[in-house]
């Protein structure tokens, strides 16, 4: 069930290995929507606020979580494109070893101190409650949140993008079915959908778990394989943290922007939280083209195919913009349709009027956006996790001077223009960033290979 892209046209490979993510990333989105709706329509408009207020800081520590976890599929992706079965090993032991270590501390210190953070944000008064009730449960269950995505991540590292997928569907629907039960038969509140969604978590990483070691030979690893070294756990550290480092240095933006939210009162929040879930709905292209370009560059690293990264990077450049152009057409014509799935058009003309705003302006910016994505990604796969780490600062820069200086002077549609400002500055970055990583990688990799051809056959080498 491993999927070699060191070999094949670079287009097709990227559309193959992105539909079963972006079925995935839909799913996902799916029941997290239907989640969101479920809140807003039997729990109110304050619940539906209550749960968005929480997404900030949900992105910060969540984020941090998932991003050690992509970080750790990068060596494991590189040692299998160059066909080194022992690093292979090597690294997925110690990528356990560390996520199941740091899942349990930010597990417990982010369940502790919720509250505190929420007050931090000024989160109003009158929905705080309900708030720390949703994210001390979805802190709480961490591991089950980082047993799947480091399971994922795995097998996306060895060309399997279909697996996670499955139990990503079957998790949905358990936790759709939990939802409605938990929030309207047994009355439990916004607590009810956090606990559908630990425990869809839970579903779906123990069933990567059981796959991986049925079905995947590769993966079986001996005695003297499975000894801890911290030298290599050093090597996993310096990849994978500041992939982690970059999510949560993004979300201090995010942060920042909800507290300027929160300060101009519940329908602003509501409005975000609602406009929050479409737009992420039409970002999964986004998220699927991404993680292929991290698994298609560490596997064409691995093989010291530099030129490959080039020609998928461009393969998925044409595919993100031609979606972009479809999205923004369809968002303009469904924004009222979508944000009444999550509140009363009658009821929240303000709500309504202030959702379709926010979706407007995230839309104009797709192809930004985009670029975000897949470049980063990239950069990160070929091994450069730190440099990117700093594209998550331009972010934070942006969304933190929006908040800051627009959002008094403008109100609500300063806070609207705080992604889009975000996504630029991070593209004014990574751009230049991939240029000189290329350079650098073809000095390293191909020194006696002229400039954009590759070597014929030759013995891969090991690339940390």
């Not at 991986?212 to 550290?237: G, Q, V």
């Not at 001077?401 to 970055?429: E, K, Q, S």
Request: with cysteine; hydrophobic share 55%.
């Amino acid at each position: 069930m491993t999927k070699n892209l060191t070999q094949g046209k670079p287009m097709k490979l990227v559309l193959g290995f992105a539909a079963p993510l972006l079925f995935g990333v839909l799913f996902q989105q799916f029941y997290s929507f239907v989640d969101t709706a479920i809140v807003g329509q039997f729990l109110g408009a304050d619940k539906l606020a209550a749960v968005g207020a929480t997404g900030s800081i949900n992105f910060l520590i969540i984020g941090l979580c998932l991003g050690f976890c992509s970080g750790f599929g990068i060596p494991i992706a590189q040692a299998f494109g160059a066909n080194d079965t022992e690093r292979l090993h090597r690294c997925v032991y110690h990528a356990i070893l560390l996520s199941a270590g740091f899942s349990l501390v930010f597990g417990v210190l982010a369940t502790v101190f919720c509250r505190p953070m929420l007050a931090l944000m000024d989160t109003p008064a009158e929905i705080i409650d309900a708030a720390a009730s949703y994210i001390s449960i979805i802190f709480a269950a961490i591991p089950c949140c980082v047993l799947y995505n480091m399971a994922s991540a795995i097998l996306r590292s060895l060309g399997d993008s279909k697996t996670p997928v499955v139990f990503l569907v079957v998790a949905s629907l358990v936790n759709i079915a939990l939802d409605l039960f938990l929030i309207i038969v047994w009355k439990l509140d916004v607590a009810g959908a956090a606990i559908a969604t630990a425990i869809s978590q839970l579903v779906s990483g123990v069933g990567c778990v059981i796959v991986m070691i049925r079905r995947y030979p590769i993966l079986r690893m001996s005695r003297e394989e499975r000894t801890f070294s911290p030298a290599l756990a050093k090597d996993m550290l310096l990849v994978g943290l500041p992939m982690g480092l970059q999510y949560s240095i993004t979300a201090v933006g995010s942060v920042v922007v909800q507290s300027a939210v929160n300060g101009l009162g519940v329908n602003a929040v509501a409005a975000v939280s609602a406009a929050s879930k479409i737009s992420a709905f039409f970002c999964c292209v986004f998220d699927a083209l991404a993680s292929t370009m991290a698994t298609y560059a560490g596997q064409n690293i691995g093989a010291r195919k530099l030129r490959r990264v080039d020609e998928g990077l461009r393969a998925a450049s044409v595919i993100g913009c031609v979606y972009c152009v479809l999205a923004f057409g369809a968002v303009m014509l469904f924004a009222r349709p979508l944000l009444s799935m999550f509140v009363d058009a009658d009821a929240n003309a303000a709500v309504m009027d202030m959702g379709v705003e926010y979706l407007f302006f995230n839309a104009a910016f797709y192809i930004p956006l985009l670029f975000v994505n897949i470049v980063r990604l990239s950069i990160q796969g070929m091994g450069f996790t730190r440099p990117a780490m700093f594209a998550g600062l331009f972010e934070m820069i942006a969304r933190t001077a929006v908040a800051l200086i627009l959002v008094p002077r403008m109100g609500y549609t300063g806070a609207c223009l705080a992604n889009p400002a975000a996504w630029v500055m991070a593209d004014l970055f990574l751009f230049p960033c991939y240029r000189h990583v290329t350079r650098a990688l073809r000095g390293r990799l191909m020194p006696d290979v002229p400039e954009y051809q590759e070597p014929d056959e030759q013995e891969r080498p090991q690339v940390a």
